[in-house]
């Protein structure tokens, strides 16, 4: 005896968890910014988790410098920052 599940019977949960941006990232961008005469403002990052499945997505923290926003990438040796623009 099989049983079937039809679509409507599969709630999909987001979860969502805020990561704490590191003291090392934070403190290595506002040297950065001090150079150049301006402040940042920092965006934590977040996981978002669909469960009952395994994906999972990071969102990356961000960076507001001089009213362009910059990702910023903790987890490797080389603290990545990436500018992105929006198309129309």
């Known amino acids: 005896m099989s049983f079937k599940k ?3 019977d599969i709630m999909i949960k987001i979860i969502k968890q805020e990561i704490k941006i590191s003291h090392e990232l934070k403190s290595k961008v506002e040297w950065a910014c001090k150079l150049n005469s301006t402040k940042p403002i ?3 990052g977040s996981l978002l988790k669909l469960e ?3 994906i999972g997505y990071l969102e990356p923290h961000r960076a507001i410098i001089n009213n362009k926003t910059y990702l910023l ?6 603290c990545l920052l990436q500018r992105f623009k929006y198309q129309n």
């Open 6 to 8: 039809d679509v409507d």
């Open 42 to 44: 920092f965006i934590n």
């Open 52 to 54: 009952p499945t395994n």
């Open 73 to 78: 990438i903790q987890w490797t040796r080389i």
